[in-house]
């Protein structure tokens, strides 16, 4: 008989048994790298035989075995035969294959072309007759025990297809904050324990399934009810599971879902667990999975409920812009219930209790002195009942729902829902500081541990023009254009405008000025009204989800022409007559650079006179002659510095423009500034001096916190810098080394 004879064709049926055992051919699958199947019939068998490829003595493996008696034996063959054979496969089939010893084994030869998945099932179903589901069952059983790959589960569903016969219906599918998906429905054969599955979907997969079964009126005679946890690495959707494979009590059987299924969230779940489990019967290690999934969020606060002495509260959750979480809060645990706090959403959760920092919090012992539960909580000698923690963003979806979940030491779960408030990630953080004790010992800690991390991770986002309003002649304006931001603190924009009014360069030049847009709603009514007054060049530029100033000049400088441009803080006042054309003239010489003038206070003391190195410990910069008299400095000649104060410069319109990547989230606008000066001088820009020019002002108060904790909130953004810039010691020296030269 020639090879052809026994080619498979994807239109044709198997080789009939007649051809296969009156040539001692067999016909070989390969179902992945290291695996074959061969099908084939002869005599009895092994259960495991060695098997011997190519007569090639190199070449041997090892085979597991299922054979059956042929429901029609012939002389040269009583049994059928399905051989898993582990050999690394090659793109050449084997010619032969003997299964045993060289001296008893028997020598097969290979049919010339490789059978597929779906062959092999079909000649199966042909060679096994009435003993096919037995020998299926069998088969799927061994491919199971031996790694997963995709040709092995391919095989698994071939055969599962053409061998097994449906029981039952699975009639609800719930959807779970945990790794599962509950099960509810009616079967035969489903065996109350933990079964084997396959989960039949778009992509199948393989799980584990929990199963309890209870009496049913409502099915047919000798079928129960089930309830089961399905569990796996990778389960699909609940909307694309079209059935569950489970191996029950005598063979493989399928359970398909009705029609008419429900698909519960995962705040039903637990719920309809609940209603199955006191009358379901199983093993007790599955009667405490249900017990967990019953016992899930669903929705409710639970805590307050718990019959030991635990109970917790939180005081604000807010979500930074990248996802992350601030929580403050309480926990009152006297007795060391509790063994985890986690922030859940989802299947995603964070643990918040490694890494969190204790408060004390006297009004938490105050609310429970009169509960005789907690009265070892109210003893003295414990009072780090708060807690303020930090969590990252988790996955799952953004709309979905956050709880804290706590675990107890004898592994029940209570509930809280919390309802996050989104934030950019410096108003969370100075709120959050607003809210605790300035004179709490932990307040370190909580900057160092909590705030400086959250703010460091986040993603500042780019903020946006939103409205811009021209209240005079802007486009017929001459000169490099005069931008002023709005800090925090100015309200009143009378004086300014006036006394560029009276200047008569600054009065002809174009002035643009920058609020965020909360602010330009409230003021540019009022600002327009001025400068139509004034007969001001003015246009109002609104800027939404501005974090300050530094961000308010980098966006509105997209709304300005000139080439050339003098930034201004509202919050300065110029000292000197013709202060614009002194910019102005120092930076024609000098075109490619950043020239700031001395800011000093009102006492005519200097705040700022040029910027030194980052030699200091604390890697921040200082001004040489910050305290000394205005006059002291006045007469020095333009200076070259290792930074500019961008409260007040003149420089190039492209140094806004810059693509300088990204900054931390700064607390207040100082050292954000200074952050963005030297970068910039980083990318070519230098910066200098101009002594003879002042400008009149007061410090920044960091952020828009109180007077209390405004010395932490410097704090925060001094440990931002310092990180920032701890390997850019050396080249701000290198800067002003250069300079001095």
């Known amino acids: ?192 324990g933990v079964c084997r599955a396959i989960v039949k979907a778009e992509t199948p997969s393989f799980a584990e399934c929990s199963i309890a079964v209870f009496p049913r009126n409502d099915v047919p005679d000798g079928a129960a009810g089930f309830v089961g946890l399905l569990t796996a690495a990778d389960l699909p959707r609940v909307r694309d599971i079209k059935g569950i494979y489970y191996r029950g009590r005598g063979a493989w059987r399928y359970a398909p879902i009705h029609e008419r299924k429900v698909i519960a969230g995962p705040l039903e779940t637990p719920g309809h667990i609940r209603t199955l489990l006191l009358q379901s019967q199983s093993a007790p290690q599955v009667l405490l999975s249900l017990r967990g999934a019953a016992n899930g969020f669903d929705g409710t606060e639970t805590i307050s409920s718990l019959p030991v002495p635990v109970r917790l509260g939180v ?41 969190w920092t204790r408060t004390e919090r006297l009004d938490v012992e105050e609310a429970f002195i009169d509960r005789p539960e907690f009265k070892s909580a109210v003893s003295g000698h414990r009072r780090s009942h708060g807690f303020i923690g930090l969590v990252p963003a988790l996955g799952g979806e953004a709309q979905a729902s956050v709880h804290l979940e706590l675990t107890l030491r004898d592994a029940r779960r209570a509930y809280m829902p919390l309802f996050p408030v989104r934030l950019p990630a410096r108003v969370a953080a100075l709120r959050l500081l607003n809210a605790i004790d300035p004179t709490s010992w932990a307040l370190p800690d909580i900057i160092d541990r909590q705030i400086v991390p959250f703010l460091t991770a986040t993603r500042v986002g780019l903020p946006v023009i939103e409205t811009v309003v021209d209240a005079g002649a802007f486009d017929q304006a001459e000169g490099p254009a005069i931008l002023i931001v709005a800090g925090e603190a100015e309200e009143d924009f009378a004086a300014l405008l006036g006394l560029l009014a009276l200047d008569p360069h600054t009065r002809r030049a174009p002035i643009a000025l920058a609020l965020p847009a909360d602010r330009f709603r409230r003021h540019a009514a009022r600002i327009r009204q001025l400068a139509e007054f004034y007969r001001l060049p003015l246009r109002l530029v609104s800027v939404e989800d501005a974090g300050d100033v530094t961000d308010l000049a980098q966006a509105a400088a997209q709304t300005v022409d000139s080439e050339t441009l003098i930034l201004l803080s509202a919050s300065l006042t110029p000292a000197n ?93 100082s050292l954000k500034g200074l952050d963005l000066a030297l970068r910039l001088s980083g990318k070519g820009y230098d910066a200098y001096w101009l002594p003879s020019l002042q400008m009149v002002g007061s410090d920044e108060i960091a952020g828009s916190g109180s007077a209390a904790t405004a010395r932490f909130t410097e704090r925060v953004d001094r440990t931002l810098f310092r990180n920032r810039w701890t390997s850019a010691t050396e080249t701000g020296n290198a800067l002003l080394e250069g300079a001095s030269a």
Request: hydrophobic content about 40%.
């Open 1 to 192: 008989m020639a090879n052809s004879e026994l080619a498979l064709s994807p239109a044709s049926t198997p080789a009939p048994l007649a051809r296969i055992t009156r040539s001692g051919r067999v016909v070989v699958c390969p179902v992945d790298e290291t695996l074959l199947i061969v099908i084939g019939a002869g005599g009895p068998m092994p259960e495991q035989a060695p098997a011997e490829l190519d007569e090639d003595p190199s070449r041997e493996a090892v085979a597991s075995i299922i054979g059956w008696r042929l429901a029609t034996p012939q002389s040269s063959a009583t049994h059928g035969f399905a051989a898993l054979v582990s050999a690394e496969t090659t793109e050449r089939l084997p010619t032969t294959i003997r299964f045993g010893t060289e001296n008893s084994g028997r020598r097969h030869i290979v049919a010339s072309r490789a059978a597929s998945a779906g062959e092999v099932a079909v000649m199966l179903k042909e060679l096994a007759g009435p003993q096919l589901v037995h020998i299926l069952g069998r088969l799927v059983d061994v491919l199971m025990k031996q790694p997963s790959s995709d040709g092995r589960l391919g095989l698994i569903m071939s055969l599962l297809k053409a061998g097994t016969a449906a029981d039952g219906y699975i009639e609800l599918l719930g959807e779970s904050h945990d790794d599962a998906i509950a099960l509810k429905g009616w079967a035969h054969d489903m065996p109350a």
């Open 577 to 669: 007559p013709g202060w614009y054309r002194s910019l102005v003239a120092a930076h024609e010489t000098n075109k490619a650079s950043i020239i700031s003038p001395t800011l000093a206070y009102e006492d005519h003391s200097i705040r700022w006179a040029g910027s030194t190195s980052l030699d200091r410990p604390d890697l921040l910069q200082s001004s040489r002659y910050a305290g000394y008299p205005v006059g002291a400095v006045n007469r020095l000649k333009l200076t070259r510095v290792a930074a500019a104060s961008l409260d007040c410069c003149i420089m190039p319109r492209r140094a806004l423009m810059e693509d300088l990547g990204t900054s931390p989230s700064y607390l207040g606008a």
């Open 315 to 355: 005081d604000t959750l807010y979500q930074g812009d990248d996802g992350a979480y601030l929580i403050s809060g309480w926990l009152l645990d006297p007795d060391n219930h509790v063994e985890s706090v986690r922030l859940r959403r989802q299947r995603a959760d964070a643990r918040l209790d490694d890494g």
